[in-house]
T-cell receptor, first 116, second 109 residues
Framework: QVHLQQWGAGLLKPSETLSLTCAVY????????WIWIRQPPGKGLEWIGE???????SYNPSLKSRATISVDTSKSQFSLKLSSVTAADTAVYFC??????????WGQGTEITVSS | SSELTQDPAVSVALGQTVRITCQGD??????ASWYQQKPGQAPILVIY???SRPSGVPDRFSGSSSGNTASLTITGAQAEDEADYYC????????????FGGGTKLAVL
């Protein structure tokens, strides 16, 4: 059964760079898109961006080019970096797998707090 | 419009049927997927490709679509169905964009 395990630093100061990694276990990494989604406290879900095993990416324009998603196929991992964070980036961040335009497998979520 | 609109809250009596809707221009072209999220948990996919259910999702969950509206129907709602439900789809302004609805909080009374 495919599962995703994600990790990263949970407390950041304004202007720092958020860094998260998501590892794929017990399943194929190739042939899928892999996605990052976030959820501010008490709010809904927001698409951040996605990548496939070839490194092709798409991003939410609202992030104004602060997001960078990369892939390491040798480790079946993909990563998110979000630069110049502010309090507005405080959220739970999820990684997930894209399957026929839906997100069928999710990571456990990582709570990120941006505070001075 | 590049948005997906959901009613913020819906309630249903135990055992009755409830429909949760999602409206947006992109739904005229792309299927919606639906996610159930309980407090403190990651979302779970319940419907994709308009009306396909992943393994393990009860068959009381079904999906449909007409025009710019996608619907998630729960037939015979159970107490454990109380959760937030989100729709998602592609954006109408570009295939490489994805949107989520604002979410619907379902109360099972």
């Amino acid at each position: 059964q495919v599962h995703l395990q994600q990790w990263g630093a949970g407390l950041l100061k304004p202007s720092e760079t958020l860094s998260l990694t998501c590892a794929v276990y017990d399943g194929s990494f190739s042939g899928y898109y892999w996605i990052w989604i976030r959820q501010p406290p008490g709010k809904g879900l927001e698409w951040i961006g996605e990548i496939n095993d070839s490194g092709s990416t798409s991003y939410n324009p609202s992030l104004k080019s602060r997001a960078t998603i990369s892939v390491d196929t040798s480790k079946s991992q993909f990563s998110l970096k979000l630069s110049s964070v502010t309090a507005a980036d405080t959220a739970v961040y999820f990684c997930a797998r894209v399957y026929t335009n839906a997100f069928d497998i999710w990571g456990q979520g990582t709570e990120i707090t941006v505070s001075s | 419009s590049s948005e997906l609109t959901q009613d913020p809250a819906v309630s249903v009596a135990l055992g009755q049927t409830v429909r949760i809707t999602c409206q947006g221009d992109s739904l005229r072209r792309y299927y919606a997927s639906w996610y159930q999220q309980k407090p403190g948990q990651a979302p779970i996919l319940v419907i994709y490709n308009k009306n396909s259910r992943p393994s393990g999702v009860p068959d009381r969950f079904s999906g449909s679509s007409s025009g710019n509206t996608a619907s998630l129907t729960i037939t015979g709602a159970q107490a454990e169905d109380e959760a937030d439900y989100y729709c998602a789809s592609r954006g109408s302004t570009g295939y490489n964009l994805r949107l989520f609805g604002g979410g619907t909080k379902l109360a099972v009374l």
